[in-house]
């Protein structure tokens, strides 16, 4: 069995400030950034999720590091935002896939 090899695109970072913030724990973090995952971690973080779980949340979860805590988000953690920080997590989402598909097309 080979190692995995490390994500080229892991270096792509979109900085985002969400206008509600997400709560955790009594604390409220409104600065985020999304990375980019690969298919393996995305299907780990499916095989951890509920059966009830949306694996674009699933994936949007994992895709979303706070910084200040050192880890991404949990499904349930992103699942409770708001709807103003959801439009904008998936604004966020689009623009690191456009850059991802930027920097495959100028490494080919």
Known sequence: MTK?????????IEQVTLPVGIC???VRYTKVELRP????QSYAASMDAR?????????LAVMTHVST???ALTYDELDSASRQDGQRLEIARM??????????????
């Open 4 to 12: 995995a090899k490390e994500n080229p695109a892991a270096d792509i």
């Open 24 to 26: 955790i724990d009594g």
């Open 37 to 40: 995952i690969t298919v393996g």
């Open 51 to 59: 059966e009830t779980d949306l694996q674009v949340l699933v994936d």
């Open 69 to 71: 805590l050192g880890r």
């Open 95 to 108: 623009a690191l896939e456009k850059k991802e598909r930027e920097q495959a097309t100028k490494s080919a």
